[in-house]
């Protein structure tokens, strides 16, 4: 009798292994399958000739609520089209914020040129609502190698840093993915590429000497930018050309996990004389109130009609005056703060 029971619990163990050993053999090659779909999708989309994106780039929080929205066209390399629009809304303070910009994005001789016509509401100085403005930064002369090795380097890196995908919501047009990957906001190797693509750039190497000048007051700052961060991505792929049509994400947590740690390095005095802490802890309160998302549409890719940069606003496109954006009243409860 005993010999039978365990006879029996052994049948019932072996089966429970058997049950477990193929659901992890199962959900690997899930994964697998998953990763290997993603990176092709990827590949597809980031080697695009050309294609035509929307990015929606939404913040609520109990201060202001803002939105970016981008209505564009890329065609390699870096050139782009299109129309942006920003709106910003404070609830306790007098600024309200509406820009409408069109803009033309090319790379010629080295240099990456912008041109932009901005109307903004309130109007902002020296900036004339019928006027094309040029923005321009000097690029290393290998930019384009650099530009094919830098999208190759993430290509490969991508997949590595995967910590968490499953696909869903799977039909004979679509699929979707659900991936969580991790990556930095900002460490030394890309501090490095920076230097190397701007190295021509007098303004733009003024503006790295001044980031090292901070980072250098602040390690803990430093650290935090290094610190791999875990963000997720709801990924539409089109499976006829099998590349991403669509992206969702919320970053809200990313934003006050990094928001925090940076509030959290600065001393109390430097928020006022008084109340520093109360002052801090008011910024983190209003931020881990915060949401943000953003929503990139992808479209007619390898199939998008180039805007050619008409040559009236090349010729007619005046230096981009260094401007500042409306300020709070002194009056505001957010200038007190």
Request: hydrophobic fraction near 35%; charge should be negative.
């Given at each position: 009798?005993?010999?039978?029971?365990?006879?029996?619990?052994?049948?019932?163990?072996?089966?429970?292994?058997?049950?477990?050993?193929?659901?992890?053999?199962?959900?690997?090659?899930?994964?697998?399958?998953?990763?290997?779909?993603?990176?092709?999708?990827?590949?597809?989309?980031?080697?695009?000739?050309?294609?035509?994106?929307?990015?929606?780039?939404?913040?609520?929080?109990?201060?202001?609520?803002?939105?970016?929205?981008?209505?564009?066209?890329?065609?390699?390399?870096?050139?782009?089209?299109?129309?942006?629009?920003?709106?910003?809304?404070?609830?306790?303070?007098?600024?309200?914020?509406?820009?409408?910009?069109?803009?033309?994005?090319?790379?010629?001789?080295?240099?990456?040129?912008?041109?932009?016509?901005?109307?903004?509401?309130?109007?902002?100085?020296?900036?004339?609502?019928?006027?094309?403005?040029?923005?321009?930064?000097?690029?290393?002369?290998?930019?384009?190698?650099?530009?094919?090795?830098?999208?190759?380097?993430?290509?490969?890196?991508?997949?590595?840093?995967?910590?968490?995908?499953?696909?869903?919501?799977?039909?004979?047009?679509?699929?979707?993915?659900?991936?969580?990957?991790?990556?930095?906001?900002?460490?030394?190797?890309?501090?490095?590429?920076?230097?190397?693509?701007?190295?021509?750039?007098?303004?733009?190497?003024?503006?790295?000497?001044?980031?090292?000048?901070?980072?250098?007051?602040?390690?803990?700052?430093?650290?935090?930018?290094a610190k791999p961060r875990k963000i997720?991505?709801?990924?539409?792929?089109?499976?006829?050309?099998?590349?991403?049509?669509?992206?969702?994400?919320?970053?809200?947590?990313?934003?006050?996990?990094?928001?925090?740690?940076?509030?959290?390095?600065?001393?109390?005095?430097?928020?006022?004389?008084?109340?520093?802490?109360?002052?801090?802890?008011?910024?983190?309160?209003?931020?881990?109130?915060?949401?943000?998302?953003?929503?990139?549409?992808?479209?007619?890719?390898?199939?998008?009609?180039?805007?050619?940069?008409?040559?009236?606003?090349?010729?007619?496109?005046?230096?981009?005056?260094?401007?500042?954006?409306?300020?709070?009243?002194?009056t505001t409860l957010l200038s007190k703060?």
């Amino acid at each position: 009798m005993n010999t039978m029971k365990s006879k029996h619990l052994l049948i019932l163990l072996l089966s429970l292994f058997v049950f477990c050993f193929s659901s992890t053999v199962f959900a690997n090659k899930a994964q697998d399958e998953a990763i290997d779909y993603l990176k092709q999708a990827v590949e597809n989309t980031a080697n695009a000739k050309n294609l035509t994106y929307k990015i929606n780039l939404s913040m609520t929080s109990p201060l202001a609520d803002g939105d970016i929205i981008v209505d564009g066209k890329y065609y390699e390399l870096m050139n782009t089209s299109g129309n942006m629009n920003i709106s910003f809304n404070s609830w306790i303070d007098t600024i309200k914020f509406e820009a409408t910009t069109q803009f033309y994005t090319e790379i010629a001789d080295n240099n990456l040129n912008q041109y932009l016509k901005m109307k903004t509401t309130p109007l902002i100085n020296d900036i004339n609502p019928d006027q094309w403005y040029i923005s321009s930064t000097t690029l290393a002369d290998n930019a384009n190698e650099l530009f094919s090795q830098k999208k190759q380097f993430n290509l490969d890196k991508f997949t590595q840093n995967i910590t968490n995908i499953f696909m869903y919501d799977v039909n004979k047009n679509t699929a979707k993915i659900y991936v969580t990957y991790t990556r930095p906001i900002l460490d030394e190797g890309m501090k490095a590429e920076l230097k190397t693509l701007y190295a021509k750039d007098d303004k733009q190497k003024q503006n790295l000497e001044k980031l090292d000048n901070l980072l250098a007051k602040n390690p803990q700052l430093v650290e935090s930018l290094a610190k791999p961060r875990k963000i997720s991505y709801e990924l539409t792929i089109d499976k006829k050309s099998q590349s991403i049509t669509n992206l969702k994400t919320d970053f809200s947590n990313n934003i006050q996990e990094f928001g925090n740690e940076v509030l959290d390095s600065i001393p109390d005095e430097e928020f006022s004389d008084v109340n520093g802490y109360v002052l801090r802890n008011t910024f983190k309160n209003y931020l881990n109130l915060s949401k943000f998302n953003l929503n990139i549409r992808i479209s007619h890719l390898n199939n998008t009609t180039i805007d050619e940069i008409p040559q009236e606003v090349k010729t007619s496109a005046l230096p981009l005056p260094e401007t500042d954006l409306p300020q709070p009243t002194q009056t505001t409860l957010l200038s007190k703060l």
